[in-house]
Nanobody, 119 residues
Framework: VQLQASGGGSVQAGGSLTLSCETD????????MYWYRQAPEKSRELVAS???????FYAEDVKGRVTISRDVAKNSVDLQMNSLKPEDTAVYYC??????????????WGKGTQVTVSS
């Protein structure tokens, strides 16, 4: 399984970006898909997630500004980010998870895409 993240770039504060994570497998193969980010000298943190049934989760500091969605036709998960702030600057990573019995999971990570927000 390979995941390819794209859509990063440089924007000014208040701007918008849409990140896309495309997979080489059917997106319905995965139980949950995630977007994480890692700012310089900080730990990787969860930004948002979406399940196969389209249940979503958002971190508190992005809630209301970010929307995660699945595109079955494209086999991708998109992250629409609005009202961007300098503190959103980070490398953004996508992850796909397959759940198995007894709590066993398979996680697949994509390479990151850089988002830079200037004030």
């Amino acid at each position: 399984v390979q995941l390819q993240a794209s859509g990063g770039g440089s924007v000014q504060a208040g701007g918008s970006l849409t990140l896309s994570c495309e997979t080489d497998a059917s997106i319905n193969k995965f139980d949950t898909m995630y977007w994480y980010r890692q700012a310089p000298e900080k730990s990787r943190e969860l930004v948002a997630s979406i399940t196969k049934s389209n249940s979503t989760f958002y971190a508190e500091d992005v809630k209301g500004r970010v929307t995660i969605s699945r595109d079955v036709a494209k086999n991708s998960v998109d992250l629409q980010m609005n009202s961007l702030k300098p503190e959103d600057t980070a490398v953004y990573y996508c992850k796909a998870r397959i759940d198995h019995d007894w709590g066993i999971v398979d996680d697949y990570w994509g390479k990151g895409t850089q988002v830079t927000v200037s004030s």
